[in-house]
């Protein structure tokens, strides 16, 4: 199969698809934007300074894995917030998580398993970058549903063992977006072992780690060292991005064993773009500070308090674990997404347009995704005007 047949069935991508569908119509109200999951609060106060303390680095070639002061960070980051003792030598930086997640692919998956086609299990609702990695190594993409009652995380284990034999690669975000929900210890302990069983790696995307209410969420570092097995197994993605409301500075990490992240540092040596110096510097930084995080998750932790408020009362209502979505159920996505634009102004994301269909139904298709990120007030009367658009 040649490369544009491989992804001649991939739907259009949520945005386009987004502004095809509302642009044609006038808002019904002073427009409010809750699609996107891009975060508005404040980025720490000491970023703009340290950026131009390093300027002049933009003249040098940087380091393609890492500085060795930022991967030095970044295992002190994992360590404080997973107990884990992690080495540099199993660090590698990213221009952001989304090229990690599918340049691992490219790195670590195999052109064939026991003979036949590999498979890639992603959930589904999904990250879009999941299925073109798995499309991008010539995988199959299985897609199984995240929904309310696998808990809103993939049930991997009820799959047919022909499929988990030929699986390389099994993608989980956790916490998930668009539900929020998290992986337990149970969780993680499972697919491990389904892992171990049918010699696959688990892809964890743990973009959201740190935007929680009270309990910090279990990652899968913290699994590995928990159940004992060989940290090959698991290849775990880090950003800045939401942890610290710096989504334009494209800067995060990837976790894996000594082995797993050779390999995906030579690719990179190859065909990666590592990260300029003044932005690994800024990244330092801010791997070792945590005061702006916990700030952060207050801020977000009020604006839970305020959905689970304004929605009070609301049988279909589930307050999400972690993250900063509501994955809120409605008859059909896509006409609550129009008729909240034309008689509101509140724009949202259909949540079809994560998800894709399959023979017992479309697991997107019944809810639209409200991302939590412009501050309080705003975000509170957004809500306000979902609740009386939608469920009154």
Sequence with gaps: MTYPERFSNLPAYAWPRLRALLDVHEPGGDPINMTIGEPRHAFPSFVPQVMADSIGEFAKYPTNEGAPE?????CGWITR???????????????GT???????????????????????????????????????????PVMVPATEDTGHLPDYAALPADVLDRTTIAYICSPANPQGAVATREYWATLIALAEKHDFKIFADECYSEIYRDTPPMGALEAVADTGCDPERVVVFHSLSKRSNLPGLRSGFVASG???TKEMRQ??????????????????????????????????????????EVFAGINSYTSPEAGFFLWLPVEDGEKATLRLWQETGVRVLPGAYLSR??????PGS?????????????????????RDCLYT
Excluded: C
């Design 81 to 95: 917030r997973y107990s884990v003792d992690i080495t540099p030598d199993r660090v590698m930086i990213l221009n």
């Design 357 to 362: 269909p399959d023979p017992s139904g479309d």
């Design 70 to 74: 930022l991967l030095a960070a970044i």
């Design 258 to 260: 000594p082995k797993n």
């Design 267 to 308: 690719l990179r040596a190859y065909a990666g773009a590592p990260v300029p110096m003044p932005i690994q510097r800024v990244s330092t930084r801010v791997w070792s500070d945590e005061t702006h995080v916990i700030e952060n998750r207050n801020l977000y932790r009020a604006k839970f308090d305020a959905a689970d």
């Design 98 to 140: 989304r090229e990690g997640l599918y340049n691992a692919a490219m790195a670590l998956a195999p052109e064939t398993k026991n003979g036949k086609q590999p498979v890639v299990l992603l959930p589904n609702p999904f990250y879009q970058v999941y299925a073109i990695a798995a499309l991008s190594v010539n995988a199959e």
């Design 366 to 386: 019944g809810y639209i995704r409200v991302a939590l990120v412009a501050p309080k007030e705003e975000t509170q009367r957004g809500l306000t005007q979902i």
